[in-house]
């Protein structure tokens, strides 16, 4: 997945635009700026890439889904459904804003359970927070009818799954609202930056001017503009800009070197009984940035973690015993272990958290291996992992 990899000469080339004229700055100076806008740009090339009307570019991924919720309205006291399977920027961009993050089951997508989403509303909830995980998606038709007949926003945080496609329609740009990050280690990147991206004009006027203090935008006298409500700084810089205004244009590129990488292991570890893949659901295409499998139980996924460790096997992990990814080691959400204090509100919401089990989920997260597909591999190189990672778990499976 990560951009960084293949970092090259189109990248310097844009940052050295900036360099040159020294508008670090996204907004305002415009006569300094020699035509260069390269936050604006890219805001460009992102709404063709992603095929929807709006995108504002924000200072990171967990700074898109605070913006998105907040552009939305959602805030102190409001529910937003999320999954236990996520990063951790998912409850921290709701519980910024006051909201209350529930976490529900996931399926055999990695995404959220439909049935578990439907079964967790109440009349607080606000949105559901649908999660891309690892390049595929959750069964997006069964969620936004859900969304649909409750009146709930639906945001998409498609972080992990840039150029993923679900009947036709680039994932993140499915939900009322959509988040992507661009973070150093995402399939694009600007170093840090993300991205919120809408089809609803008031959506993305909120977003542009929340993000950037308040201020409207009206005219070229940054201290003369006016507010019309509230604001915070999310704002990306220039150089960032740059860097992912070179990335994007090499999406492609970077997309197909995925997929042929993805199609090698997937093809290779298909032969082996006992390996499943996740569910795709139908008329969805991964972004193919991870390769996800599952063996028979946890202590085998256990021991083919160990055993591709010790066979030079990098870049694959069971999350179930990962602190960034799953519910079971997040002790500091559910001790609320927290530097300020936290309001009545959501110390309520989240005590559920203290008892709450995920059964189902354990049974996904727990027989998962994660394989992140890297740029920077050669085709004899993949085909070596391939190999190698095949003869491991067989070894492991005694077959
Ligand atoms: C990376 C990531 C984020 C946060 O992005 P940052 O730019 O690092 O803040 C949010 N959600 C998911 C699923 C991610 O993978």
Redesign the pocket.
Known sequence: MPGFELFGDKERQEVNDVLDNGVIMRYGFDGMRKGHWKAKELEVELQHTFQSKHVQLVS??????SVALASAGVGAGDEVIMPTF??V??FE?IMMLGAIPILVDIDDTLGLDPKAVEAAITHKTKAIMV???CGSMANMDALQNISDSHNLLLVE?A??AIGGTYKGKSLGSIGDLG?F???F??TITCG???AVVTNNETYYTNADHYSDHGHDHVGNDRGAESHPFLGYNFRISELHAAVGLAQVKRLPEFLEIQKRNFNILQEALGTIPEVTFRTVPEGGEESCAFLNFFLPDLETARQVIQGFKEGGIDVCWNYYDNNWHYIRKWEHLKELKSLFPISKEVKEGLKYLKTKTFDQSNHYIGRNISCLIKLSWTEVEVKDRAEKMVEIIKAILKI
Not at 60 to 65: D, I, K, Q
């Open positions: 990171s991924g967990t700074a898109a889904v996520t990063f920027a998912s961009a999660v891309q995980m945080d972080c992990q988040c990050s661009f973070d280690v995402k840090e930056g993300g």
